[in-house]
């Protein structure tokens, strides 16, 4: 593979006015502000792969550079998972080396969550001989395996790159996986298929070193579906599926999203595009953010601070002016779905006369066992394709009529239910502290035991309601657009001993109703006792809603009393 390190000279980027240092390098200066963009400076982290294959897989976890070990291997979806026996209280207090495991995370890049029978397939293959049988569906449409060793890596990367995956800037200050309707080409009501563009742009950009040193990772996502199913409010940039009144249909752009501690929507440009200039546009935004963000503090390094700071109306002019070089088309927002869920769960007739049966695990936790059965069952019963969901669920795609029953049984026997109860459709978890070095809690056996007491509690509970489980305040799971989102944290008990628990946010929402949700430093929850917290608050809903009253709507109306 060639080396990157010094193998671009940057574009010439339009000057910025002089202030205060940012570390944009539009502003002039690349002097690197911190030790993050020190290390990328100092040597491009597309190039740890080589190492990786050369050195480290020889010679074992110990070879590894720091900077390498804990910065550029994230470039290649890889980070060092966190050892065992650490409990939340110490996540802030000990060094990254002492958290560190010598196992690791890997993310595999499935843009648009599209994958084929001998590519899940393959994932199993490397959950079961690599990765102790691990396997998590993420919220960017990814699977994750851990126990990872880096012996193995080139091995486990062979085997992906031979069925067309890669885990090519999986993580790291790139462009991550591109979400993508998983229904996209197939539901009857898409208003346009954005897949060509989203294959363009991961084909001619990802690995690339005009994008491999950005400020912060960058989040997209393409869809044309009337659903809204890619969380657009909450990506750096977002093209979503319009029909202009005059040209038909294309995308509206949406730029600058992101949660995290500092949760931000992304705002609307105002333009519509075609398919055919959704790759321009892209590469004109994420250009704007490798000239203008902000690199001084990673803290505020995320575009949506620049959006923040610049404004809808300023971002369109100078995508325009200095990067695309003409005139964007104004357009219309999307309009907003009679139907508000976005999840694909269930059984649905595909515009060719098949159907796709969509399943839910629990949030996101599979095994490589079960995604051997999955990718049987998908080519026993259609064509073999599956597509993952930004909601940690999967897609059988391509099942004819008569299949469906057979298919939908066999999933279910699996763990993979097509018909499940609101509690198991509506919860997301993150990776939690059993393998993550940022969280405080354990998120996805939470979870699991949330779901299954109220199911047994509540079995006849009918009403949307979504659970959104953090180990830490970083969102990844999107806590603070949930119904009842979880932030983890370490509390005192009563007799003065610390334990597992959670901030409880109420009454967020995406959508028509797009709101941040209500919190109260006050309203906390001890782990154990959330599953009586969440049934208290499902049979106060019921009991006090207004006729089609959503509970996001209605714990954003009642008094904070009511919510304990």
Same mark, same amino acid.
């Given at each position: 593979?060639?080396?990157?390190?010094?193998?671009?000279?940057?574009?010439?980027?339009?000057?910025?006015?002089?202030?205060?240092?940012?570390? #944009?390098?539009?502003?002039? =200066?690349?002097?690197?502000?911190?030790?993050?963009?020190?290390?990328? *400076?100092?040597?491009?982290?597309?190039?740890?792969?080589?190492?990786?294959?050369? =050195?480290?897989? &020889?010679?074992?976890?110990?070879?590894?550079?720091?900077?390498?070990?804990?910065?550029?291997?994230?470039?290649?979806?890889?980070?060092? *998972?966190?050892?065992?026996? @650490?409990?939340?209280?110490?996540?802030?207090?000990?060094?990254?080396?002492?958290?560190?495991?010598?196992?690791?995370?890997? !993310?595999?890049?499935?843009?648009?969550?599209?994958?084929?029978?001998? *590519?899940?397939?393959?994932?199993?293959?490397?959950?079961?001989?690599?990765?102790?049988?691990? #396997?998590?569906?993420?919220?960017?449409?990814?699977?994750?395996?851990?126990? @990872?060793?880096?012996?193995?890596?080139?091995? @486990?990367?062979?085997?992906?790159?031979?069925?067309?995956?890669?885990?090519?800037?999986?993580?790291?200050?790139?462009?991550?996986? @591109?979400?993508?309707?998983?229904?996209?080409?197939?539901?009857?009501?898409?208003?346009?298929?954005?897949?060509?563009?989203?294959?363009?742009? $991961?084909?001619?950009?990802?690995?690339?070193?005009?994008?491999?040193?950005?400020?912060?990772?960058?989040?997209?996502?393409?869809?044309?579906?009337?659903?809204?199913?890619?969380?657009?409010?909450?990506?750096?940039?977002?093209?979503?599926?319009?029909?202009?009144?005059?040209?038909?249909?294309?995308?509206?752009?949406?730029?600058? %999203?992101?949660?995290?501690?500092?949760?931000? +929507?992304? *705002?609307?440009?105002?333009?519509?595009?075609?398919?055919?200039?959704?790759?321009?546009?892209?590469? %004109?935004?994420?250009?704007?953010?490798?000239?203008?963000?902000?690199?001084?503090?990673?803290? $505020?390094?995320? /575009?949506?601070?620049?959006?923040?700071?610049?404004?809808?109306?300023?971002?369109?002019?100078?995508?325009?002016?200095?990067?695309?070089?003409?005139?964007?088309?104004?357009?219309?927002?999307?309009?907003?779905?009679?139907?508000? !869920?976005?999840?694909?769960?269930?059984?649905?007739?595909?515009? =060719?006369?098949?159907?796709?049966?969509?399943?839910?695990?629990?949030?996101?936790?599979?095994?490589?066992?079960?995604?051997?059965?999955?990718?049987?069952?998908?080519?026993?019963?259609?064509?073999?394709?599956?597509?993952?969901?930004?909601?940690?669920?999967?897609?059988? /795609?391509?099942?004819?009529?008569?299949?469906?029953?057979?298919?939908?049984?066999?999933?279910?026997?699996?763990?993979?239910?097509?018909?499940?109860?609101?509690? &198991?459709?509506?919860?997301?978890?993150?990776?939690?502290?059993?393998?993550?070095?940022?969280?405080?809690?354990?998120?996805?056996?939470?979870?699991?035991?949330?779901?299954?007491?109220?199911?047994?509690?509540?079995?006849?509970?009918?009403?949307?309601?979504?659970?959104?489980?953090?180990?830490?305040?970083?969102?990844?799971?999107?806590?603070?657009?949930?119904?009842?989102? /979880?932030?983890?944290?370490?509390?005192?008990?009563?007799?003065?001993?610390?334990?597992?628990? +959670?901030?409880?946010?109420?009454?967020?929402?995406?959508?028509?109703?797009?709101?941040?949700?209500?919190?109260? !430093?006050?309203?906390?929850?001890?782990?154990?006792?959330?599953?009586?917290?969440?049934?208290?608050?499902?049979?106060?809903?019921?009991?006090?809603?207004?006729?089609?009253?959503?509970?996001?709507?209605?714990?954003?109306?009642?008094?904070? #009393?009511?919510? !304990?």
């Amino acid at each position: 593979m060639t080396d990157v390190s010094t193998s671009t000279t940057r574009p010439a980027r339009p000057a910025r006015q002089a202030g205060k240092a940012t570390g #944009a390098w539009a502003d002039g =200066d690349s002097t690197p502000l911190n030790h993050n963009e020190q290390f990328k *400076q100092d040597d491009d982290g597309l190039n740890v792969r080589q190492r990786i294959i050369d =050195d480290y897989s &020889r010679h074992g976890f110990s070879s590894i550079a720091g900077d390498d070990l804990r910065g550029r291997m994230r470039w290649w979806g890889l980070y060092t *998972q966190r050892k065992p026996g @650490i409990d939340g209280g110490r996540t802030a207090t000990l060094d990254p080396s002492e958290l560190d495991d010598s196992y690791f995370m890997l !993310r595999i890049r499935s843009d648009g969550g599209a994958l084929s029978g001998e *590519q899940l397939r393959t994932i199993a293959g490397i959950s079961t001989d690599f990765g102790r049988g691990t #396997a998590d569906i993420t919220d960017r449409q990814n699977i994750q395996l851990h126990w @990872i060793r880096i012996e193995d890596v080139p091995q @486990i990367w062979d085997r992906l790159e031979s069925v067309g995956l890669m885990t090519t800037e999986a993580c790291g200050d790139t462009p991550r996986v @591109i979400l993508g309707s998983p229904v996209a080409g197939i539901a009857a009501d898409e208003i346009i298929d954005g897949t060509s563009a989203l294959e363009y742009i $991961r084909d001619t950009f990802i690995g690339s070193p005009e994008f491999s040193n950005l400020p912060r990772k960058f989040k997209t996502a393409i869809s044309g579906s009337p659903s809204l199913d890619v969380a657009h409010e909450a990506n750096d940039i977002s093209f979503v599926g319009v029909v202009h009144p005059e040209h038909g249909p294309g995308f509206d752009v949406w730029v600058g %999203g992101g949660l995290s501690t500092n949760p931000m +929507f992304a *705002q609307r440009l105002g333009a519509w595009v075609p398919l055919e200039e959704v790759a321009d546009v892209w590469v %004109g935004v994420v250009s704007i953010f490798r000239d203008h963000g902000y690199r001084r503090l990673r803290t $505020r390094a995320r /575009l949506k601070f620049l959006m923040a700071d610049w404004g809808p109306e300023k971002f369109r002019q100078v995508l325009e002016q200095d990067y695309l070089g003409r005139a964007l088309v104004d357009g219309p927002a999307p309009e907003q779905p009679s139907d508000h !869920r976005r999840d694909h769960v269930g059984v649905h007739a595909q515009k =060719d006369g098949l159907s796709w049966v969509g399943v839910t695990p629990v949030g996101g936790r599979v095994s490589g066992e079960t995604l051997a059965a999955v990718a049987d069952l998908a080519s026993r019963h259609g064509s073999g394709r599956v597509r993952l969901t930004a909601h940690q669920n999967l897609l059988v /795609l391509d099942v004819p009529p008569a299949r469906v029953g057979p298919l939908a049984a066999a999933l279910d026997a699996i763990g993979l239910p097509s018909a499940p109860s609101e509690f &198991r459709r509506g919860v997301l978890a993150c990776t939690g502290i059993e393998f993550c070095k940022l969280a405080l809690v354990e998120t996805k056996a939470r979870a699991r035991t949330v779901v299954e007491e109220l199911e047994q509690r509540l079995p006849d509970f009918a009403a949307p309601l979504t659970i959104h489980v953090n180990g830490c305040p970083n969102s990844c799971a999107r806590f603070q657009v949930a119904d009842i989102g /979880l932030k983890g944290l370490i509390m005192t008990d009563d007799a003065g001993e610390s334990i597992e628990g +959670f901030q409880v946010h109420l009454g967020g929402s995406l959508g028509e109703d797009t709101q941040l949700a209500r919190k109260t !430093r006050q309203l906390r929850v001890a782990a154990d006792d959330l599953p009586d917290y969440v049934e208290r608050l499902a049979v106060r809903y019921l009991d006090q809603k207004d006729e089609d009253e959503s509970f996001a709507r209605w714990a954003r109306r009642v008094e904070e #009393a009511e919510l !304990r």
